[in-house]
């Protein structure tokens, strides 16, 4: 019988949906949110925008993001702050977008970083603004999603290519549901305004499936259902089905979700090579299932992972050393793996770094090293609350030895 794993909601959907829930005041409903952290956080957040003016988003960057462009659609001042980590993520290109197009925002500290304070108005004067989308796709996003209720629409024009091309698609492809007009080509993206009455559906999440496909590369004896998983999807992660193809997990679309399974008779690869410009929320996963693999690897477009809830370059290397896999720079955004994953000290511990997906992607190896324990597990709830409850359905397996 196949192991059952209730995924959460993509919140990098639901996180859209609520921005164009608000803008719209409801004419764009959402139909179930996520309760990913994160998600939970731009919620409360959104129901209190038009009243409250001091706003403390966490780690949340999607929702820092998001909400700084929406605060500035709606009358009055508001200050928006963050966790330490965030007040170390930069905001600049994105200010600097909105202050262009007619914005008013005042940062509190260093400049080009969190906290600031938006003074908010009811349109935005201009409608063209060029911007670097090579530090953050989000920046994009968040103007693109208040595109439509500006009254002359938003053209952006790239400075360079976009990274994590996938989420602007992700973004287009929410707003066009809502009967938005977009034009696109390589440098530049075109939203006109006005909207449809709309109600969105959010899928279930690629990025928490991607830790199950890891725990059947490595296990010869899991088959998992992911229910509510659709492999025709608006997700950029949705590539996670291909990947692991390469590492032996066949994938099922059914009517209850996907279902996936080890196949041993695909030969495994000595060495692979992904770049991850439009899926960087793999790389962790990655990382830590082909470690358990033994096998070599080269990833490249990685540039955004230095600036995501950790340095996750420097979080991956210092947590595989542990497990005798060497990570190698060879230019920013691009990495060499070498080494086979040797049991740890006992009782190893697993910083987490405020990262969830540094949890998440670790966890895999439990199948192996059953005495692992994690510094701060609770740090899943950004994303993925009900992980643990998830995963102790697949260490109830028996423990096996590594490939």
Known sequence: MDLSIELPLSKSICNRALILQYLSRGEIRVDAVSSAEDSVVLTRALDSLDRATLFDLGPAGTAFRFLTAAACLRNGRRIITGSERM????????????????????YLGEEGYPPIAVEGTTDLPLQTVDIDPSISSQFVSALLLIAPFTSQGIQIRFTDLPTSRSYLAMTCSVLKQCGVKIDEDPLSIRVYPGFQATRLNI???????????????????????????????????????RIYEILQVNTTQTEAGVIIAKDLSRPMPSKVSFDLNNQPDLAQTLMVTCAGLGI???????????????????????????????????????IRQKGKAVKPPENHLIKTYHDHRMAMAFAPLT????????????????????????????????????P
């Open 87 to 106: 007040l170390q993520r930069p905001i600049g290109p994105l200010v600097d977008a909105l202050r262009i197009l007619g914005a008013q925002i005042e």
């Open 203 to 241: 899928e279930a999440d690629w990025s928490a499936a991607s830790y199950f496909y890891s725990a059947v590369a490595l296990h010869p004896n899991l088959q998992i259902l992911l229910r509510g998983l659709t492999a025709k999807s608006l997700q950029g992660d949705a590539e996670t089905a």
């Open 296 to 334: 070599d690897a080269e990833w490249m477009g990685l540039e955004t992972l230095y600036i995501k809830e950790t340095d996750r370059i420097a979080a991956m290397t210092a947590e595989l050393n542990a497990f005798g896999i060497e990570l190698i720079e060879m230019g920013k955004g691009k």
């Open 367 to 402: 199948l192996f090293f059953p005495d692992l324990t994690f510094e701060n597990p609770d740090v899943v709830k950004k994303s993925f609350p009900s992980f643990w409850r998830e995963w102790l359905k697949i260490t109830a397996t028996s423990i096996q030895q590594l």
